[in-house]
């Protein structure tokens, strides 16, 4: 089952920063075509030299759809499709904006979904893979990341359901799950005053910020073998299998002290700049 990617042709959106950025390299370096999609037009220039690129919403579904056909059609079809894009918003949920809850399902689960479903009939015809980043938050759900955890938790079960359906037709689907990688939107999480100490709190090494670069060296690896999913850091692994015994404990023992320095850094945020402009300033944007 496994592939030579040179030749090949990869789908990322969220392609121009963190994540899908270093795929985009690493797998261009493995001789593979590109097509990648953002909503930051400015950030697609120059990711990788000859990759075709579009910029569109992944909000947007009659967009979004309208620029995977069209990237399908300048690339010849699509082998691979990377459902990527995300956001991260942070804060109690008891002081979050209803907005934030909502705006974070909809880029991240449903922007998930929408970009599978575009991309699933051009790789049905390739007989495929489709890569859906998940998060180590969707196993671990964490306090100050609720919106967060709960979006990453339905990318999950929906890749694990699309996994087993698609698997007939001859597409193989994989979900991604990494701890914190070193991206713009983790650096903006650490220093944030409404995530950076519950973070710091967190049981080492769940704690800590991994390099980028294995952590996409494994994913390049798992498309590669057409993996039904990809764990970074590997030790991860250990903690899915037994997440029904953890039950979580551990992280909530270990954060629930810092509930009311969070609550207390978001209210001053929320007072600063609103409510929905606190919760996106911990995810970089
Ligand atoms: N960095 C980590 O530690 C980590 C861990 C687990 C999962 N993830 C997930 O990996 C993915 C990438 O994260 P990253 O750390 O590279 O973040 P990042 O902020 O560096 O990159 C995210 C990219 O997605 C794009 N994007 C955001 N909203 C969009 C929209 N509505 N339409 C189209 N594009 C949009 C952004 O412009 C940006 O280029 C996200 O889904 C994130 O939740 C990240």
Redesign the pocket.
């Known amino acids: 089952m496994a592939w030579n990617l040179d030749g090949r042709v990869a789908l990322i959106?969220?392609?121009?920063?963190?994540?899908?950025a270093e795929l985009a390299r690493q797998l261009s370096a493995r001789g593979m075509r590109l097509g990648l999609?953002?909503?930051?037009a400015d950030?697609l220039d120059g990711i990788v030299p000859g990759a075709e690129t579009a910029v569109?919403?992944?909000?947007d579904a009659e967009a979004l759809t309208a620029a995977i056909d069209n990237l399908a059609r300048r690339l010849g079809g699509i082998d691979v499709a990377v459902a990527?894009?995300?956001?991260?918003s942070g804060g109690p949920l008891r002081l979050v904006a209803p907005e934030t809850v909502e705006e974070t399902i909809d880029?991240?689960l449903l922007?998930v979904w929408r970009t599978a479903r575009a991309a699933m009939p051009h790789v049905l015809a390739r007989r495929g893979h489709m890569l859906l980043?998940?998060?180590?938050?969707a196993v671990l759900p964490a306090a100050g990341l609720g919106a967060?955890s709960a979006s990453?938790a339905g990318v999950e079960a929906l890749g694990r359901s699309m996994r087993v359906e698609l698997r007939p037709h001859g597409v193989t689907v994989s979900v991604?799950y990494?701890?914190?990688?070193a991206?713009?939107?983790?650096a903006a999480g650490e220093d944030s005053p409404i995530f950076g100490a519950t973070k710091a709190k967190l049981p080492n090494p769940i704690a800590k910020t991994w390099p980028l670069e294995p952590a996409i060296a494994r994913t390049v690896t798992s498309i590669e073998k057409r993996s039904r999913s990809v764990v970074h850091p590997p030790f991860l692994r250990g903690l899915m299998a037994v997440r029904g015994l953890l039950d979580n404990s551990l992280l909530d023992r270990a954060t629930s002290g810092t509930i009311p320095r969070m609550e207390e850094a978001f209210s001053a945020e929320a007072e600063r700049v609103g409510a929905a402009a606190a919760a996106r300033a911990v995810?970089?944007r």
């Not at 569109?56 to 909000?59: I, Q, S």
């Not at 990527?84 to 991260?88: D, K, L, R, V, Y």
């Not at 991206?183 to 983790?186: A, D, I, L, W």
């Open positions: 959106t969220g392609g121009a920063s963190g994540i899908g999609i953002d909503i930051d950030g569109a919403d992944v909000r990527n894009a995300g956001i991260a880029v991240n922007g980043v998940a998060s180590a938050a967060y990453k991604g990494y701890l914190f990688l991206t713009p939107m983790v995810g970089g």
